[in-house]
């Protein structure tokens, strides 16, 4: 063996043993990661979380890490992605399906956000605005203790499951990113195609029907339809969303009807009722 195919050897050899070798121990900025479905969006965040440390975090002047007015990766290392599943808005601008890096400008009193498709990593100098797909301002508070830990929440998730947050925190300052997304024409079009083939989604579609306030005709018309086929009829609580679809009609009569049917199977289930004979009376009551 030649010279230098020895030193070559003995340099993998040397590289190998030292890779072996290395400790794994906690990253002073620990990796972090928030995960939630809003509508039918699935929303992840992948982050790394520098500490306060009794460090000056945000403000103006050298005493401070992070200064107002300048450009930042909004975290620790590689900075902070999000990923949408879906199209969605934020903070009110189109946003296509994808993955983005969290960019922002501190401020006193107001934060800039942008999520930028092209990610800078941790080199702000390499920020180029017109990568911002999103470029917003949005107004920061205080925090009623310090957050030690730099965190990223996805909040306040509305009832109809369309609007969200995405909460940032740290030191003493967080602010809010809102999140609008919209499955509503995603559902319809899955309705409209699995109810040719499977009549078992009816409900699922009434439901749905139900719970948006939309189309209480085509509501009641699957209802009627899954509560034809076999002993679904024998199902009081999905009798009682027949009679909550009629409530919501306004053809009271009917539903009040069709409750007291509910309530009979309900009352007669070997099984226990499952809370529908006060449903049902809850909704009886509410009628007269």
Not at 30 to 50: C, E, H, M, Q, W
Not at 58 to 71: H, I, P
Not at 110 to 134: C, F, H, R, T
Request: charge should be neutral; aromatic fraction near 10%; glycine fraction near 8%.
């Amino acid at each position: 063996m030649s010279k230098i195919a020895k030193l070559t050897l003995i340099g993998l050899l040397f590289v190998c043993g030292t890779a072996m070798a290395q400790i794994d121990t906690p990253q002073p900025s620990p990796a972090g990661s928030v995960y939630s479905k809003v509508g039918l969006t699935d929303v992840t965040i992948d982050y790394f979380r520098p500490g306060v440390k009794g460090r000056k975090i945000f403000g103006s002047g050298d005493a401070f890490l992070e200064q107002f007015g300048e450009v930042w990766r909004t975290g620790a290392n590689s900075g902070s992605m999000v990923t949408f599943s879906s199209d969605l808005k934020v903070a009110g601008q189109d946003v296509e399906a994808g993955k983005y890096q969290i960019v922002t400008i501190p401020g006193e009193s107001e934060w800039q956000v942008m999520l930028v498709s092209e990610p800078i990593g941790g080199n702000e100098s390499a920020y180029d605005e017109s990568k911002a797909v999103v470029k917003t301002t949005v107004k920061s508070a205080k925090t009623m203790n310090t957050v030690e830990r730099m965190t990223f929440q996805i909040t306040d998730i509305s009832e109809d499951n369309t609007t969200a947050n995405i909460q940032f925190s740290w030191a003493d300052v967080m602010w809010k990113l809102p999140l609008e997304v919209n499955y509503k024409e995603a559902v319809m079009k899955e309705i409209a195609e699995k109810t040719q083939v499977n009549p078992a989604v009816y409900s699922q579609a009434a439901n749905f029907y139900l719970s948006q306030g939309i189309e209480l005709e085509k509501a009641l018309d699957y209802m009627n339809k899954y509560l034809a086929i076999g002993e679904n009829n024998m199902q009081f609580w999905n009798v009682h969303t027949k009679a909550r679809i009629l409530a919501a009609m306004g053809k009271k009569k009917e539903a009040i009807e069709v409750a007291k049917k509910s309530m009979e199977g309900a009352k007669s289930n070997p099984n226990g009722d499952f809370g529908y004979v006060k449903r049902n009376q809850d909704l009886i009551d509410s009628l007269k």
